[in-house]
């Protein structure tokens, strides 16, 4: 026998992460590739709300108004849910050991939740572009400037990536499978409702008032709004303050705030092991 | 390029594990010398995969140490990872994923560049005989295929420790015997193994030496042969004709063995631990002639390790083991 011990792989720590990141991603997308049912969530579920919010409600909200501003309200959860089919995408995995075959080569630990988000970016970015073509067919439209449109997919992918995260420890935490179907659904409700995703803000009561005004899903869903050059709700109070005169900044700093302590807690944990 | 280790490729001491209330390991010692298999035996529930989670550095014991390749666990579990392979007690197979794609992910993670993970994923495609099927996404392969695979991923690196956590639980008896074939290949190369399991013979067969752990310690250590001979003895069974004989045969056999004779009258079966072997075996037929008893088969068993485990806990492992599935499935 020569090498006793495999040689400890070259580059920083942080290259090993992404290529190690990248294989993992490859795999999950291979899962997606042979499994296309998989899409089903990310892209049947987005539209059957479009269409129950348009037609259903639609009538009484406004018609062809609110179908345009209901886009941008779409859009913002169809990336929250991100978060959803990522727990139960961690939760499989840890199910049936794959996590364990992970953790037990000598591969950057957290490449395994960078893979996992990273996957479940493309497939999320996949759904966005069936919900603008289904946009354009109920008569939602890109009315601002191209760099405007680039930045409000950005923002949207940059919260669904976010979002994602927020579910991949929620599916490290919730174990099985069951358990990741609820908990990773559950706390979408009221997340996404409690916003500006299909209501204008203003109109509801009280305490669901504030909670909707600072909720980072009205900041999306406002921010790709106004990106979009899609008009305000008319007849209701528009909203104020300055989480609504700076959306897109808000929601950007949001992603920071909701991102930045995870990363550090896991890589404590990492870094600890 | 690796620590040099001196004939002991694991060496675990002291190790302690506790989840919530429940001590799950209380002080398991156990060594492998290099180029070694050791069984690690005890029925569900022992503490087997606690174990091996330690040793894998998937889980951090309260108390104790453990060294595997020559790298502490504890303090540098990277470099753990980088001398052994795991395959666990799940397959832990990508089903979506093709044979070449799963074991070409695997050697990647290592750290191999694409051109030597693609040669190595199909050198072990071509030894585990999987190469037919190597392009075939895995959930088509049978239980068999799928073991072979999921051991495939565990010598990727030729890793010099090997840890085998059931590796047969599960398989039917034609892919067990495909998979004991690889690990004594294995051992014909060199490797170090660490090995689980719930089926004694499987340990006799395959174990140089055999750790025996019960409620989170070990009870019993040595080869095969010396855990047989703690037990004494060897064991007389007979066969009656008659069912009604039974009980005469019992008193008979109570007189030429030692300790108390067991027997089942729906096989017409009598058996007793006898320490004088052959001699006790004509003794006991030259009696049962006389009380014109017939007798239509007899055998002289040398102990299995089913005794010695019965011997040693009061409980047999597999019926333990059963019941404990059973309870896990509900």
Not at chain 1, 176 to 186: H, L, R, T
Not at chain 2, 198 to 220: F, N, R, T, W
Request: aromatic content about 8%; overall charge neutral.
């Amino acid at each position: 026998m020569t090498a006793l011990t495999l040689a400890p792989p070259q580059g920083s720590a942080i290259a090993r992460t992404l290529r190690d990141g990248g294989v993992v991603t490859w795999r999950n997308l291979m899962n997606v590739r042979r499994n296309p049912e998989l899409l089903l969530g990310a892209t049947i579920q987005p539209i059957m709300f479009v269409l129950l919010f348009a037609y259903v409600f639609g009538g009484s909200f406004g018609g062809g108004a609110y179908r345009e501003f209901l886009m941008g309200g779409i859009f913002a959860q169809t990336v929250a849910f991100n978060s959803a089919f990522t727990t139960i995408g961690m939760a499989n995995d840890l199910q049936k050991g794959v996590i364990d075959r992970f953790r037990s080569l000598p591969m950057s630990r957290m490449a395994v939740l960078l893979g996992r988000t990273t996957a479940d970016l493309a497939v999320n970015s996949l759904g966005l572009l069936v919900m603008s073509l289904c946009g354009l067919v109920v008569g939602w439209r890109i009315r601002g400037s191209f760099t405007d449109a680039v930045l409000a997919f950005v923002v949207l992918l940059l919260f669904g990536f976010v979002m994602s995260w927020i579910g991949a420890f929620v599916g490290l935490l919730s174990g099985k499978v069951e358990v990741a179907q609820s908990a990773g659904f559950i706390w979408m409700f009221p997340v996404t409702f409690i916003s500006s995703v299909f209501v204008v803000q203003t109109t509801l009561p009280g305490p669901l008032r504030t909670f909707a005004e600072w909720n980072p899903v009205t900041a999306v869903a406002d921010s790709v709004r106004g990106l979009f050059g899609n008009p305000p709700l008319p007849g209701f109070e528009r909203p104020d303050g300055w989480v609504a005169d700076n959306a897109t900044l808000y929601a950007i700093l949001c992603c920071i705030a909701i991102f930045a302590p995870l990363a550090v807690a896991k890589y404590r944990k990492v870094a600890s092991k | 390029m690796g620590a040099r280790f001196d004939g002991i490729a694991v060496r675990a001491e002291g190790l302690v594990k506790s989840f919530g209330s429940t001590r799950a390991l209380n002080g398991v010692d156990l060594e492998i010398p290099t180029g070694q298999v050791l069984g690690l035996l005890g029925p569900n529930g022992a503490g087997k995969t606690t174990t091996v989670r330690i040793l894998t550095t998937l889980l951090k014991p309260d108390a104790g140490s453990a060294m595997v390749a020559g790298h502490d666990a504890l303090a540098d579990p990277e470099a753990v990872r980088r001398s052994i392979g795991l395959s666990g007690q799940y397959a832990a197979v990508d089903e979506n994923l093709t044979g070449f794609e799963n074991l070409y992910m695997v050697a990647r993670l290592y750290g191999m560049s694409r051109s030597q993970s693609r040669i190595r994923a199909r050198e072990l495609l071509e030894r585990f005989r999987l190469t037919e099927d190597g392009d075939r996404p895995s959930k088509g392969y049978s239980g068999g295929m799928r073991r072979r695979l999921d051991l495939a991923g565990a010598l990727v690196a030729r890793p010099v420790v090997v840890v085998l956590d059931e590796p047969t639980t599960g398989l039917d008896p034609r892919g067990r015997m495909d998979t004991w074939e690889v690990i004594s290949e294995l051992v014909d190369d060199g490797t170090t193994v660490l090995l689980t399991t719930q089926y004694l013979e499987e340990a006799d067969q395959l174990a140089d030496s055999i750790v025996v752990i019960d409620k989170g310690q070990v009870i019993a250590r040595g080869s095969a042969d010396e855990l047989k001979n703690q037990v004494g003895g060897e064991r007389l069974e007979l066969v009656v004709a008659d069912a009604r004989d039974l009980a005469a045969t019992a008193r008979v056999l109570a007189e030429v063995g030692s300790g108390q004779p067991s027997t089942d009258a729906h096989t017409r079966k009598a058996d007793v631990f006898v320490d004088t072997g052959p001699k006790a075996l004509i003794e006991a037929l030259r009696r049962l002639d006389a009380e014109s008893i017939l007798v239509s088969d007899v055998a002289l068993h040398r102990p299995t390790l089913d005794d010695v485990f019965l011997a040693l806990t009061g409980h047999a492992a597999e019926e333990d083991a059963g019941t404990a599935k059973k309870g896990a499935v509900a």
